[in-house]
């Protein structure tokens, strides 16, 4: 797809964005997964999480909730405002980065992979260092990637294009019922939270019998 469908795609969705209380308009979306929120197969659910990302949040169990992002999304600046407070940080949250924004984007996204710490790394990129007008993270980009790193990359954004929809953020995640959900972009608040009220957990209970 050309730069200019993503970007026109990109404009359509965030103008839209503030009017999603519900999926009144999910209509108005273009593309194999039009659906603002809904719901998606468990094959997909399986291909995000063999996805090359950075784990965040709970360190062991089964990811709760996968984020695909652009180093230099805007918009990805308030998801992770979001996710970073005290109820979500530990979620086992797999944050995937993608590349359309600019130039500099497989390269940020290759050293969000690269990273020791990869919640202090997604802190400093959408932190006071991102530039919103110049769609700018404060990651640098990764020094000499090799190959394959840059081929992950490649291998995240194949997907999110052709099993997603080109918008970031893009969220899937779990519900406890066993079911998996996509939501395109962010939710004003209280509705954002309260989709994530039926989060499965990382591990399941273990339970004794007594008596």
């Known amino acids: 797809m050309s730069h200019h469908g993503i ?24 593309g194999a997964s039009p ?13 995000a999480i063999s996805l090359a990302g950075a784990r965040v949040g709970r ?10 992002i652009d180093l230099n999304c805007p918009a990805c600046v308030q998801l992770w405002q979001w996710f970073d407070m005290p109820e979500r940080r530990d979620w086992a949250a797999l944050w995937v980065p993608v590349s359309y924004m600019n130039r500099t984007s497989a390269g940020k996204g290759v050293e969000l992979l ?14 006071e ?32 294009r052709t099993s997603l929809f080109e918008v970031t953020p893009m969220t899937l995640y779990r519900r406890r019922d066993g079911t998996y959900w996509q939501l395109l972009g962010q939710l004003p608040e209280p ?6 009220d039926v989060l499965a957990p990382a591990t399941l209970s273990v339970f004794s019998e007594s008596g």
């Open 35 to 47: 659906a603002r929120h809904g719901r998606r197969s468990r094959e997909v659910w399986l291909g």
């Open 191 to 196: 509705q954002m939270s309260d989709l994530f």
């Open 129 to 160: 260092q991102f530039d919103r007008s110049a769609r700018s993270g404060g990651l640098s980009p990764a020094s000499n990637p090799t190959p394959a790193e840059l081929s992950a990359i490649r291998a995240n954004t194949h997907f999110w």
């Open 114 to 127: 690269r990273a020791s710490n990869p919640r202090k790394a997604l802190a400093q990129n959408y932190g």
């Open 7 to 30: 970007t026109r795609r990109s404009f359509i969705a965030a103008t839209i964005l503030p009017l999603f209380a519900s999926n009144t308009f999910a209509d108005t979306l273009q």
């Open 59 to 68: 360190a062991d169990g089964d990811i709760q909730v996968v984020f695909f």
